[in-house]
């Protein structure tokens, strides 16, 4: 089972930028679903950004024009590149990837259709 580890979060001013990165353990690219995804508590984890098999990508409202989904396939390493971030931005953000079959890419932004997580990484956006 691929292993997944979240690094680049940390504290920036609103307006300010951060790229995370989501490091697994093997090759990604062509055979996982690929999400990042954000959870503040006592709210339901949401999805940020996705990008399938054939590397098209796919983006929350919220996000879009502001985040970038991108992998790095010699490094097999995930990013969300963000840009002209808001103190709505505030929240942990996981990676997660999913080997489920067929066209289940495109419900990128579900939950339950990723079978790996990573730990996790905080962001927090001041005002």
């Known amino acids: 089972q691929v292993q997944l580890v979240e690094s680049g979060g940390g504290s920036v001013q609103a307006g300010g930028s951060l790229r995370l990165s989501c490091a697994a353990s093997?090759?990604?690219?062509?055979?996982?679903?690929m999400g990042w995804f954000r959870q503040v508590p006592g709210k339901e984890r949401e999805g940020v950004a996705g990008?399938?098999?054939?590397?098209?990508?796919r983006y929350a409202d919220s996000v879009k024009g502001r985040f970038t989904i991108s992998q790095d396939n010699a490094k097999n390493t995930l990013y969300l590149q963000m840009n002209s971030l808001k103190p709505e931005d505030t929240a942990m953000y996981y990676c997660?990837?999913?080997?489920?079959?067929?066209?289940?890419?495109?419900?990128?932004?579900?939950?339950?259709?990723?079978?790996?997580w990573g730990q996790g990484t905080q962001v927090t956006v001041s005002s």
């Open positions: 990008i399938d098999r054939e590397g098209s990508t």
């Open positions: 093997e090759y990604t690219y062509s055979r996982y679903c």
């Open positions: 997660a990837a999913s080997h489920r079959a067929g066209g289940a890419c495109k419900w990128w932004s579900l939950v339950t259709l990723y079978n790996y």
